[in-house]
């Protein structure tokens, strides 16, 4: 393994006229950190597994499905629409950070 990875790290097979061009992802990620309180986190956490998912996955399918639901609702007339999603407050006006 060693005489391979020599190879791959010597710049004189390198193959540069061939470069591959490859597209980007059509649906690029955001990483979003978001603190849990211990007691929810094992509550959903332990939700998730019962589903038989990534716990971050559940959370992202969660909170997808809820914007998904209240569109829904919206459209339907069954809900009218919040100024922010979920409702978080800060002083009296909206959090920007949930915008």
Known sequence: M????????????????????????NSPRVIVPVAFDA?????????AHRHRMPTAAFIRAMAVGRLDHESEAVATGIAEPRSVAGGARRGGQANPITR
């Open 39 to 47: 007691d929810d986190f094992a509550r959903v956490a332990e939700d």
């Open 2 to 25: 060693d005489a391979d990875l020599k190879e791959l790290q010597d710049p004189a097979t390198w193959d540069d006229e061939r470069d591959e061009i490859l597209p980007g992802a």
